[in-house]
């Protein structure tokens, strides 16, 4: 049974970088795109970044110069950087699976979510 | 990006009801779009995909349709357990977006 799971700070401070890193159990990141989402009160469910098994990448126009999304030093392991947080950026974030079946994009497999908080 | 719309916001109604969520684009995305049930403190669970697919495990009182900009979510007799949020999402285009949600609850 595949398995994700997020981890990181649950508080950050303004302007600093938020850091995650989602650990996925039970396969290993040989294949499907490999995502981070957000949601927060204020804005909804938000994608932000995917990357694949083979290390390409793309983001969420909007956020794209503040995101760095990357594979692990283990097969099993994906990881995101926002860089200069602020309030806004307060949100539960989740990690996913996106199955690809004939074009179609889909989040099939998600994480537990983790609560980030920025304030100082 | 392409706007994603719900309606209604809000849809209270009572087990064994039938339940229909409408989901908008703001321009055409063929048949790219899936449905998200959403539980509180939950994550979201995909129910269907490319418009009227449904995921495995999901039960068949869950369907969709639509294509183009304009889709539905219908449940055909509302269980307990099916108390929710519901979400759609287009996968067109990356960067992919979210409806608002339309929270089902009791009527």
């Known amino acids: 049974q595949v398995q994700l799971h997020e981890s990181g700070p649950g508080l950050v401070k303004p302007s600093e970088t938020l850091s995650l890193t989602c650990t996925v159990s039970?396969?290993?990141?040989?294949?499907?795109?490999w995502n981070w989402l957000r949601q927060s009160p204020g804005k909804g469910l938000e994608w932000l970044a995917y990357?694949?098994?083979?290390?390409?990448?793309n983001y969420n126009p909007s956020l794209k110069s503040r995101l760095t999304i990357s594979l692990g030093t283990s097969q099993d392991q994906f990881s995101l950087k926002l860089t200069s947080v602020t309030a806004a950026d307060t949100a539960v974030y989740f990690c996913?699976?996106?199955?690809?079946?004939?074009?179609?994009?889909?989040?099939?497999?998600w994480g537990q979510g983790t609560l980030v908080t920025v304030s100082s | 990006d392409i706007q994603m719309t719900q309606s209604p916001s809000s849809l209270p109604a009572s087990v064994g009801d039938r339940v229909t969520i409408t989901c908008r684009a703001s321009?055409?995305?063929?048949?790219?779009l899936n449905w998200y049930q959403q539980k509180p403190g939950k994550a979201p669970e995909l129910l269907i995909y490319?418009?009227?697919t449904l995921q495995s495990g999901v039960p068949s009182r869950f369907s969709g349709s639509g294509s183009g900009t304009d889709f539905t979510l219908t449940i055909s007799s509302l269980q307990p357990e099916d108390f929710a949020t519901y979400f759609c999402?287009?996968?067109?285009?990356?960067?992919?977006?979210f409806g608002p949600g339309t929270k089902v609850d009791v009527k």
């Open positions: 996913a699976r996106a199955d690809i079946w004939n074009s179609y994009n889909y989040f099939d497999l």
């Open positions: 039970g396969a290993s990141i040989d294949s499907h795109h």
């Open positions: 990357i694949s098994y083979t290390g390409h990448t």
């Open positions: 321009q055409s995305i063929s048949n790219y």
């Open positions: 490319a418009a009227s």
């Open positions: 999402q287009q996968s067109y285009r990356a960067s992919f977006t």
